[in-house]
């Protein structure tokens, strides 16, 4: 890991004086997202929630930043024993405050019932606390990203499911997603069918079908959108989890959040997503990430979930072209820091890890790149209005497409879609010059 660093330090520094990275200094927009920011947000809306530090050296989750939001009337023994009672020490943390409604989206890892069934007073203790701290009434929905059967199997190994008895209130639902190496697969097959120039139509049709990616993306997309109808439409709380809780889980409660939350949507608030809920929440970029689909290595841990995750950004500015504030410009910046990039801000794969290679004072942060004035222009949506409701998105295949911005680059010039990018941009600032402003309605038309 180590050497790693070393070797993006010397890039950075050969680089340091052209593109994004002139004129930065070391510790510029690392603390642009600290967790506290977020609480500060939650704490406006609710008292019900507190900021923890009990994971302030690790030692309790090693996977979690050191700070994490719970519920107040839980005390940090409680947590300890809770961590203990989950894979990883990934006990139950907040994600997301939904004010409208007065619940809330929650992730963690599987609780370790293993074969003899074992319970935890104070796990059913915290997801008790998370109902009484919402609105009267309300339920609560564990959303596993597992099948039953998997879930089931897993308690052989010493994992499991929360049972319906030790917690009352709350209703397991299970949505499987695919990751690890089926995921990487698909992947593989679809960049080797869009780098085939010689087949047909057809066969390249039929290629692309085969290699299953698009299923994938309707599937993290509509398991995002029951976790979404769970906490603004149900008024229920939420809790998302698979075995270990750092793949599909930060996939389905990231979009969740795009879904329900217009200030996600923006460019500061977009970052802010990215860093709390995939950088600091201990997605393994270091292993998820570490070659790319042209690799011949196939290392176990190679998974590209985090670009699923810009996909499905993808296809929601897509089906709403006036909701987000950054373009197809953001997500592929974001693509290509995740797997090669002369910052720092997606080094390691937990906030552990950084604090030991120093990546903050070591490195600049991708954020302070990309929030430069010249940078901006090639990010931001020049026909963004802000829309304060939620965007629901179609979920069927016939209105999801290939992201050719990503998928096709390597084989069609992109210049034809920058100079299109200008145009767009020429024609706003010519009707804002002349008074005109766009407007978005509570049913955006899709593309």
């Known amino acids: 890991m180590q050497g790693g660093l070393e070797y993006l330090q010397r890039r950075e520094l050969r680089s340091a004086g052209a593109g994004s990275a002139r004129g930065l200094r070391l510790g510029d927009a690392w603390h642009f997202h600290p967790p506290e920011r977020y609480y500060k947000r939650v704490a406006r809306e609710t008292n019900a929630w507190r900021l923890s530090e009990v994971n302030g050296d690790f030692s309790l989750c090693p996977s979690y930043p050191r700070a994490v939001i719970v519920p107040r009337a839980v005390d940090d023994d409680a947590l300890a024993r809770c961590a203990r009672f989950r894979q990883g020490g990934r006990f139950p943390v907040l994600s997301y405050h939904h004010a409208p409604s007065g619940t ?7 609780p370790l019932t293993g074969p003899q069934k074992r319970r935890c007073a104070e796990d059913e203790e915290l997801l008790r606390a998370v109902l009484a701290g919402a609105r009267p009434g309300a339920r609560g929905f564990v959303l596993d990203t597992r099948s039953a059967q998997a879930a089931k199997q897993a ?17 397991r639902l299970h949505r499987p997603l695919e990751r690890g190496w089926p995921l990487q ?20 049709l039929s290629h692309l079908e085969a290699c299953h990616w698009l299923a994938h993306v309707k599937e993290a997309l509509s398991t995002a959108c029951l976790a979404a109808q769970g906490v603004g439409r149900e008024g229920a709380c ?6 270990e809780g750092m793949d599909s889980t930060l996939l389905v409660t990231s979009l969740a959040q795009l879904i329900l939350d217009p200030s996600s949507r923006t460019i500061a608030g977009f970052q802010e997503l990215v860093e709390r809920e995939w950088i600091q929440a201990g997605h393994p970029f270091q292993l998820r990430c570490a070659h790319s689909a042209f690799s011949h290595a196939r290392p176990k841990h190679e998974a590209p979930t985090f670009l699923l995750f810009l996909d499905c950004v993808w296809q929601l500015g897509r089906q709403f072209p006036l909701s987000l504030e950054f373009g197809e410009g953001l997500l592929l910046a974001l693509f290509e820091h995740a797997y090669a990039s002369p910052f720092g801000t997606f080094l390691c ?27 901006q222009r090639k990010l931001r949506n020049p026909l963004y209005v802000p829309n304060p409701l939620a965007i629901w998105p179609s979920v069927e295949l016939q209105t999801l497409r290939l992201w050719q911005g990503l998928f096709l680059r390597w084989i069609r010039p992109p210049e034809s879609s920058e100079v299109a990018w200008e145009k767009v941009w020429q024609i706003v600032t010519d009707k804002k010059t002349e008074g005109c402003e766009p407007t978005v309605s509570a049913s955006e038309p899709q593309l």
């Open 185 to 204: 697969e698909s992947f593989v097959r679809l960049v080797e069918a869009c780098g085939d120039l010689e087949q047909s139509m057809d066969r390249w």
């Open 155 to 171: 308690r052989v190994t010493g994992g499991g499911t929360e049972a319906k008895a030790a917690y009352p209130g709350w209703k």
């Open 238 to 243: 939420v809790l998302v989890h698979g075995a």
């Open 349 to 375: 794969s937990s906030e552990k890890e950084r604090c030991l290679c120093e990546v903050r004072t070591r490195t600049h942060s991708l954020w302070s790149g990309l929030n430069q004035p010249k940078e």
């Open 104 to 110: 809330v989206l929650l992730r963690s890892s599987q």
